[in-house]
């Protein structure tokens, strides 16, 4: 996967249009998506948005658990700086996926939105373990590895339709690093058995647009 510094280059670069460009990629389905994530978690006292971006899920978190910490992580300050405005907290940390600053045990909720993908799957879900509270719980909305067929839907419209719009926001180098986060993506099959391999069970998960999107959490045993 493409190193930090790119990632945060990227970011830093679309913050102002972000919002809106997520909404058309999804036909203005992502908020729906992003809620029915968080509201598949029963209880929270502590939750970290890992990826936060522009803060909504950070947002939506808090209108669900009123009286939990909600914390939101970047690599991109000038995404963690569009979420202060929206959400205005001040638990906004610029660190990588990878090197969680959290001590042992420390979070009941990790949810990742559109993020989980670009990462290495390996290397963030131990770190994700090593912070996550016995019985608690890592939700993931992201794109998921579809059957060939609907893969090469998925494909045609990024990489035809939707290209020369995403290249009026990002450079080239940019839009080839999400069509490699698209070929990077996991099947819901793949999910639970990297997840399995950790102690976790999968206690709810649903497709979206074709099976081209998942919504999957996990509990920790």
Do not use: C
């Not at 979420?83 to 990790?110: C, G, H, M, Q, T």
């Not at 949810?111 to 608690?136: C, M, Y």
């Not at 940019?174 to 990077?184: A, H, K, V």
Request: aromatic share 12%.
């Amino acid at each position: 996967m493409a190193n930090e510094k790119l990632v945060s280059k990227i970011f830093d670069s679309v913050v102002k249009s972000y919002d809106k460009f997520l909404n058309s990629m999804t036909f203005g389905r992502i908020n729906s998506w992003q809620r029915e994530l968080i509201n598949s978690i029963s209880d929270a006292n502590v939750i970290l948005d890992v990826g936060t971006g522009t803060g909504e899920i950070l947002k939506k978190s808090r209108d669900k658990f009123p009286k939990a910490t909600v914390i939101g992580l970047d690599v991109s300050l000038n995404m963690l700086k569009k979420a202060k405005e929206k959400v205005r907290i001040n638990s906004l940390v610029k660190a990588s996926a990878y090197s969680l600053p959290f001590k042992n045990n420390s979070i009941d909720v990790l949810l990742s939105s559109l993020v989980f993908r670009h990462l290495n799957n390996e290397i963030a879900l131990k770190e994700f373990d090593r912070v996550v509270s016995k019985n608690g719980y890592i939700g993931i909305l992201d794109i998921s590895k579809p059957n060939k067929f609907v893969y090469n839907i998925i494909f045609f419209f990024a990489n035809k339709i939707f290209r020369p719009i995403g290249q009026l926001i990002f450079s080239k180098e940019e839009w080839d690093y999400f069509m490699e986060s698209i070929e990077n993506s996991k099947s819901e099959k793949e999910l639970e058995e990297l997840f399995n391999g950790y102690g976790y069970k999968k206690i709810y998960s649903t497709k979206k647009f074709l099976g081209m999107v998942i919504i999957i959490v996990f509990k920790k045993g």
